[in-house]
């Protein structure tokens, strides 16, 4: 399927740059568009359906991840969600987080004086998790689904084996560098928490995102103010307290009703012949650039593959790529590139004979 087509990219241009910001498709664009021109309209009733048109949102991120809408938290970004999950679970439970994972999963644990153990990113990832458990303790795994830096993607099936193992174990992750890229089931994929912004993989530009927090995590979360019986305003009739903290005010319904776009969008491009896309130019990517000795270590040592590459050029190169109409970016000790639905063969032979050349 030509999924290019659904977007406005010169032909100049080849755009790898997914890990940083994806693209939006073109129908987002006329959406916004029509959106901005009806919102400003003094006479329309836009501004009277904020509340309804989120609700809206939150319906098709429920259905879109296989949860129920009690689940969804509408925010601005991954940071925002994370930072105030956090700040709602008691302090004496020991964590467990990966070594250089994105910072706003590390930083925020450490900075708020969380006991926390860290583990090993290498080959050997799903082992190491699994001896730092302390079995029959409350503990809780947070991980990247994908890591930022070098593509490491955690085994999925490895993460509901460990629910099953040890079922006191609370396991959030951050799906930023995730989603968007094949079919997601949060009730049955054995996390308690996901979040993610909508930015990248998920194709919606900047101001929207959501966390996904299961039944059990919304009961450990601010105990203390959930047994409070709290003064009712009107206006939040019905508002859980958890609502006040997550969406302690006005969404922005041009953001989110972006994201909601993009996830119509997805689901119509259909997310089984979008991971069958993007996995065939993968294995593409992967075998192409093992040839030439371009691959991270840790990349050829696990056989699950994400779309998330760090080729390991000289980041020096950088701005000579650039010039040669690629957009990627440097991270670690290379050049990082993502593939996504838009990018077809012909754009990884030609950045394969770029890289070749330079």
């Given at each position: 399927m030509d999924f290019k087509s659904y977007f406005d990219i010169p032909k100049d241009l080849l755009y790898f740059n997914t890990p940083g910001n994806g693209l939006m498709p073109k129908t987002n664009y006329a959406w916004r568009e029509q959106r901005d021109r009806d919102f400003?309209?003094?006479?329309?009733?836009?501004?009277?359906?904020?509340?309804?048109?989120?609700?809206?949102?939150?319906?098709?991120?429920?259905?879109?991840?296989?949860t129920d809408v009690h689940s969804v938290f509408c925010v601005p970004n991954f940071s925002f969600g994370f930072n105030t999950l956090l700040s709602g679970i008691p302090s004496s439970i020991p964590m467990i987080i990966v070594e250089g994972d994105y910072p706003s999963v590390n930083y925020p644990v450490f900075s708020r004086g969380f006991s926390a153990k860290t583990v090993a990113l290498d080959e050997n990832l799903e082992a190491n998790i699994e001896k730092s458990i302390?079995?029959?303790?409350?503990?809780?795994?947070?991980?990247?689904?994908?890591?930022?830096i070098s593509g490491v993607k955690i085994d999925l099936s490895f993460i509901q084996e460990l629910k099953h193992k040890y079922p006191k174990l609370l396991i959030i992750g951050d799906a930023t560098q995730f989603l968007g890229t094949e079919k997601f089931d949060f009730q049955h994929a054995g996390f308690d928490g996901i979040g993610a912004s909508g930015y990248k993989w998920l194709l919606s530009g900047?101001?929207?995102?959501?966390?996904?927090l299961n039944e059990r995590l919304r009961a450990l979360i601010y105990q203390e103010a959930q047994q409070k019986s709290l003064r009712q305003e009107t206006m939040w009739a019905g508002r859980s307290i958890l609502k006040t903290y997550f969406e302690p005010g006005h969404i922005d319904t041009l953001a989110h009703g972006t994201l909601l776009q993009s996830l119509n969008f997805l689901e119509t491009a259909n997310l089984d012949l979008i991971q069958k896309h993007i996995q065939g130019l993968t294995e593409i990517a992967y075998s192409e650039l093992n040839k030439r000795d371009l691959l991270l270590p840790i990349a050829k040592k696990r056989k699950i593959q994400s779309s998330l590459v760090n080729i390991q050029l000289n980041p020096n190169l950088y701005p000579k790529l650039v010039e040669s109409g690629i957009r990627c970016f440097p991270r670690g000790s290379g050049i990082?590139?993502?593939?996504?639905?838009?990018?077809?063969?012909e754009d990884l032979n030609r950045l394969l004979k770029i890289i070749d050349q330079i």
């Open positions: 400003f309209n003094p006479q329309g009733p836009l501004r009277e359906q904020q509340g309804d048109f989120i609700e809206q949102v939150r319906s098709k991120i429920a259905s879109f991840f296989f302390l079995p029959n303790t409350e503990q809780i795994l947070f991980l990247s689904i994908v890591q930022y900047f101001g929207n995102g959501f966390m996904l990082r590139i993502g593939i996504h639905l838009y990018n077809t063969e």
